[in-house]
């Protein structure tokens, strides 16, 4: 049963951009927030970004502040991630998810219901 997918990931140069696309099945699937997260190998699973569906509010961690935007369009039921000034160390796996919840807490990866299965993005130097 397909309920996220995610898609737009690649390789780019150094300065490069991407945008991610997530889609989510069925409304069902995309509770009141969506993020994004990111794992690079070995390394643990961090948080990129989030947008709650109703009021739009964004959040971002700070290694991509300034860099990255996050934007939904709720009639599709579809999150994006513009990826601007891409750099070496933000080559990872890229996952949505969607949470139930909404404000600070979903920085948190154990508060998200459902996940994508990622999509590759890779900065060459």
């Known amino acids: 049963q397909v309920q996220l997918v995610e898609s737009g990931g690649g390789l780019v140069q150094a300065g490069g951009s991407l945008r991610l696309s997530c889609a989510a099945s069925?409304?069902?699937?995309?509770?009141?927030?969506m993020g994004w997260f990111r794992q690079a190998p070995g390394k643990e699973r961090d948080y990129v970004a989030s947008?709650?569906?109703?009021?739009?509010?964004?959040r971002y961690a700070d290694a991509v502040k300034g860099r990255f935007t996050i934007s939904r369009a709720s009639a599709e039921n579809t999150v994006y991630l513009q990826m601007n000034s891409l750099k070496p160390e933000d080559t990872a796996v890229y996952y949505c998810?969607?949470?139930?919840?909404?404000?600070?807490?979903?920085?948190?990866?154990?508060?998200?219901?459902?996940w994508g299965q990622g999509t590759q993005v890779t900065v060459s130097p």
């Open positions: 998810a969607s949470s139930s919840w909404t404000g600070p807490a979903v920085s948190r990866a154990n508060m998200y219901d459902y």
């Open positions: 069925e409304r069902t699937f995309r509770g009141a927030s």
């Open positions: 947008i709650s569906w109703d009021e739009g509010r964004t």
